[in-house]
């Protein structure tokens, strides 16, 4: 497939920069006294109609933008690329499931925390997305969605404020009136950031990429997360789960000769055994340049069968979107460089 080539950037304008349209509250819509038959719903299309196009660009609120770029041959998934005003790109993919659409969202313009076996880390964190930018995503992949996801490119609660203030924009009943319960926060786990997420009043839900039951492998697989210890990851995702009476997923990501042992398999019992968790087995989406290999099925049925037998709910999860690339970061990485569009 061809390059992708973005707009160039714009020109870089002294002073502050425009207040993007999907960054209002409902209350700071209601103080600039929209236009009769305006509505703060109306903001969240992706076909704005001329009349609330016109009165936002009065205001000097920044409209948005989208460029699709690949479809999956199945049908089931479809990849989008996002221009940003300044340049940059980041990607979200719409999954088709049995019972509606899921919008798996970026948060950060690449990523902190080098993943060894994820592509978005690869070029490193450039900035934070603007809470208008993470909705934005949400508004242009369609009114199908019924789930949101916080796993594209980025780390989620190293942008906590935007991230949380984009789960309160989505859910306004005046707005979106998006359900929290359909909205699941990825992250890998910032101790802190995790201490924060327990005392809110949301109730979506969590998933940990845990991927390790040692510190050592844990620090091997995720470099950017080793000041984190292993367990009070664990113990701050349980004590969330605790306070919203609600379980907390970890995700175990099975790779061969790396964290695939019949001690990591005890390990995980002796970890989630009578807690409020499940544990979804993951099998590896293959990323350009990096030397992993996926894990057969005999394995990922004995860590299921060991897991099960232990009482702990599990479930096998398959990757969906190879043939788009659709590892977090994939495409980015690969027609971008991870660079600014203009930088090429």
Not at 135 to 161: A, K, S, T, W
Not at 195 to 222: C, F, K, M, P, Y
Not at 329 to 338: A, I, K, P, V
């Amino acid at each position: 497939m061809p390059s992708v080539m973005l707009p160039p950037a714009r020109p870089v304008v002294r002073g502050a920069p425009p207040k993007a349209l999907l960054g209002l509250s409902a209350a700071a819509f209601d103080a600039l006294r929209p236009p009769p038959g305006c509505a703060y719903r109306d903001l969240f299309s992706a076909r704005l109609r001329p009349d609330v196009a016109r009165w936002a660009t009065g205001h000097g609120l920044a409209l948005h933008a989208l460029k699709q770029l690949q479809r999956s041959r199945g049908g089931r998934s479809e990849k989008f690329l996002f221009g940003l005003g300044d340049g940059y790109a980041v990607e979200s993919v719409l999954i088709r499931r049995r019972d509606g659409f899921t919008a798996c969202v970026s948060s950060q313009v690449g990523c902190a925390f080098s993943c060894r076996f994820c592509a978005s880390g690869q070029a490193g964190l450039k900035r934070n997305l603007t809470a208008a930018e993470i909705v934005e995503q949400v508004v242009h992949l369609g009114p199908r969605v019924n789930r949101i996801v916080f796993m594209g490119i980025g780390e989620p609660l190293n942008n906590y404020d935007n991230v949380l203030g984009a789960i309160r924009l989505l859910r306004d009943r005046r707005g979106l009136g998006f359900p929290t319960t359909g909205i699941t926060l990825s992250t890998i786990g910032i101790p802190k950031a995790l201490r924060r997420l327990r005392e809110e009043h949301l109730g979506i839900n969590l998933t940990i990429s845990l991927h390790a039951t040692t510190q050592a492998v844990r620090d091997r697989l995720i470099p950017g997360a080793a000041r984190h210890d292993i367990g009070e990851v664990v113990t701050r995702a349980l004590s969330w789960a605790d306070r919203h009476r609600r379980k907390v997923t970890f995700v175990y990501l099975v790779l061969p000769g790396v964290n695939d042992s019949v001690a990591d398999a005890q390990r995980l019992v002796s970890m989630f055994a009578d807690k409020p968790a499940r544990i979804n087995l993951m099998r590896w989406n293959p990323v350009d340049a990096i030397k992993l290999r996926r894990t057969e099925d005999r394995m990922l049925s004995f860590f299921r069968h060991r897991l099960d037998r232990a009482g702990i709910p599990v479930v096998v999860r398959d990757t969906q979107g190879s043939d788009i690339d659709a590892a977090c970061g994939q495409l980015w990485l690969r027609d971008l460089g991870g660079n600014r569009a203009s930088d090429r």
